[in-house]
Nanobody, 116 residues
Framework: QVQLEESGGGLVQAGGSLRLSCTAS????????MGWYRQVPGKQRELVAT???????NYADSVKGRFAISRDFARNTVVLQGNSLKPEDTAVYYC??????????WGQGTQVTVSS
């Protein structure tokens, strides 16, 4: 049974930093990619950043230059480091796991609130 354990998040002041970590367990296939999405009430879940097994990254325009994603797939882990946070970064952040086979998996989400 695949499980994703997310950590980090919480309340951060504008201009501050956050570090989100996600570790997968119970996987039977190699990892193609992991990443983070976020969602605010009334809006669709949106991409924040993803990283592939080869290290290729993809960022939302809104976080480019402020957020950095890294991975240690030997430990089934992805980390999102965010700097210069803005109130509009407030959202529930979800970890995504894409394996070499089967459907993608989502974490339960972790709340990030940026106060102005």
């Amino acid at each position: 049974q695949v499980q994703l354990e997310e950590s980090g998040g919480g309340l951060v002041q504008a201009g501050g930093s956050l570090r989100l970590s996600c570790t997968a367990s119970g996987i039977s296939y190699s990892i193609n990619a992991m990443g983070w999405y976020r969602q605010v009430p009334g809006k669709q879940r949106e991409l924040v950043a993803t990283i592939t097994a080869d290290g290729a990254t993809n960022y939302a325009d809104s976080v480019k230059g402020r957020f950095a994603i890294s991975r240690d797939f030997a430990r089934n882990t992805v980390v999102l480091q965010g700097n210069s946070l803005k109130p509009e970064d407030t959202a529930v952040y979800y970890c995504l796991l894409a394996l070499a086979a089967g459907r993608p998996y989502w974490g339960q989400g972790t709340q990030v609130t940026v106060s102005s």
